[in-house]
């Protein structure tokens, strides 16, 4: 299930933001974005995150400000010196080559990795990590309401798309039912039909063969099962916990009936409605994806 939360803070010479953020996966994903000068958070965001959520890729992100006065970025001299004097190496190894190099801008050396550094790695961290594992709690209670919120919507949704289930599984049960006779009175005529021009023929065998004719074409155990995962679906809405995985494979259930029930329909009313049959549930599996 898709998420999101932000949550601003102050304490220990630091401002920061963090936010949380998780998009539709069929496991749990988690993924820290901190800077990796802060440490003792991975493990913390992780089980904060493990909490409330079951399935998604979700990813915890943090901005660190220091406060001014709190100290800044400094040059590292003996990181400057090896820079300059490989960039030394450069230049002459050009120059006996017969190249000409474009001189490197002071922002592209203090760009270079370890030039400048912050004073954030001289600074006792301690207390940070505190108040921000601190906030955790905030930030994932913001998250869960927000997903929370997102859920009740989709229940509201699929729901109705169960109604719209039920009320054509009870207008094909409704169809089936009034060509019942009509079927019987078609496989009637075709057996004497067929007794009539087929001398010699095995009564027996010809009602057997239009026996399984007529199973073929009902559509009784469809409808039935159509009804069954209704009511199973909706028992899953109202369960605590991950239910995503188990509406997912009801879905497809959904579909295979709707599929039979098509396939067996003979009669272009009875297929108009496992058509729509169809398109709902497609509307449904749509939105199931959605669902931790």
Same mark, same amino acid.
């Given at each position: 299930?898709?998420?999101f ?7 220990a ?18 993924? +820290? ?9 991975? !493990?913390?965001?992780?089980?904060? +995150?493990?909490? +409330? ?32 004097? /490989?960039?030394?190496?450069v230049?002459?190894?050009a120059?006996?080559a ?13 760009a270079t990795r ?10 006792d ?8 594992t ?5 930030l ?21 798309q ?5 009320a054509?599984t ?6 089936a ?12 005529d ?17 009602? !057997?063969e239009?026996?399984? %004719? ?8 469809e ?22 995985r ?7 259930e ?8 098509c396939?067996?329909? !003979? ?8 058509l729509?049959?169809?398109?709902? %549930?497609? /509307?449904m599996?749509?939105?199931? !994806?959605?669902?931790?």
């Open positions: 299930m898709t998420g939360a932000a949550l601003k803070g102050a304490g010479g630091f401002s920061w933001a963090w936010d949380m953020r998780a998009v539709n996966a069929r496991g749990l994903d988690v993924r +820290v974005r901190v800077p990796d000068w802060v440490e003792g958070l991975d !493990q913390p965001v992780r089980a904060a +995150v493990a909490g +409330v959520a079951a399935r998604g890729n979700v990813t915890v992100g943090l901005r660190l400000t220091r406060d001014e006065g709190a100290g800044g970025d400094r040059i590292d001299r003996a990181a400057l010196a090896r820079v300059l004097e /490989q960039l030394g190496a230049d002459a190894a120059a006996e017969g190249v000409t190099l474009a001189r490197p801008t002071t922002a592209e050396v203090l370890g030039v400048l550094v912050s004073d954030a790695g001289e600074t961290l301690e207390p940070l990590t505190r108040a921000l601190a906030d955790l709690p905030k994932v209670e913001a998250f869960d309401a927000m997903r929370r919120s997102e859920g009740e919507s989709l229940k509201s949704v699929i729901g109705g169960l109604d719209r289930i039920e054509l009870a207008e094909a049960a409704r169809l039912e009034a060509r019942r006779d009509e079927m019987a009175a078609k496989l009637r075709q057996l004497a039909r067929v007794l009539d021009n087929a001398e010699g023929a095995d009564a027996d065998r010809v009602a !057997q239009l026996a399984l %004719i007529a199973v073929k074409s009902d559509v009784t155990e409808i039935d099962r159509l009804n069954a995962h209704v009511k199973a679906a909706r028992d899953l809405l109202e369960t605590a916990g991950a239910i995503g188990k509406l997912d494979f009801l879905s497809q959904f579909n295979r009936e709707a599929n039979t029930l396939s067996k329909a !003979q009669s272009s009313e009875l297929t108009r409605v496992g729509d049959l169809k398109a709902t %549930i497609d /509307q599996r749509e939105q199931v !994806q959605n669902v931790e």
